[in-house]
């Protein structure tokens, strides 16, 4: 499966961005989702995921109330709905699909090529 990351962004504290992640190739509905990020100099960390329905989430403690993770499998999309943001979110953002729910981004089998999302004033 492809996939392709947009919607990243410079946005001030305190505002919103929505990623999405369009996907081609094999059966979307198939696959777990996921979404990880990285900062310079920083490892490639767990943000979201969702499992092949979307009837279960799952998020990093550290955004908790403030990202929602959501799919639409009409539309081979996966979205995440970032809200509050600060200024520790800036990061390169990620989407990945595998088989199933993981939290290490080494067990993604697929990957975005990535959008940059910058939380400054």
């Known amino acids: 499966v492809q996939l392709q990351a947009s919607g990243g962004g410079l946005v001030q504290p305190g505002g919103s961005l929505r990623l999405s992640c369009a996907a081609s190739g094999r059966t979307f509905s198939n696959y777990a989702l996921g979404w990880f990020r990285q900062a310079p100099g920083k490892e490639r960390e767990f943000v979201a995921a969702?499992?092949?329905?979307?009837?279960?989430?799952y998020y990093t403690d550290s955004v908790k109330g403030r990202f929602t993770i959501s799919r639409d499998n009409a539309k081979n999309t996966v979205y995440l709905q970032m809200s509050s943001l600060k200024p520790e979110d800036t990061a390169v953002y990620y989407c990945?699909?595998?088989?199933?729910?993981?939290?290490?981004?080494?067990?993604?089998?697929?990957w975005g090529q990535g959008t940059q999302v910058t939380v400054s004033s």
């Open positions: 990945a699909a595998g088989t199933k729910v993981w939290t290490i981004a080494t067990m993604y089998p697929y």
């Open positions: 969702t499992t092949w329905s979307g009837g279960s989430t």
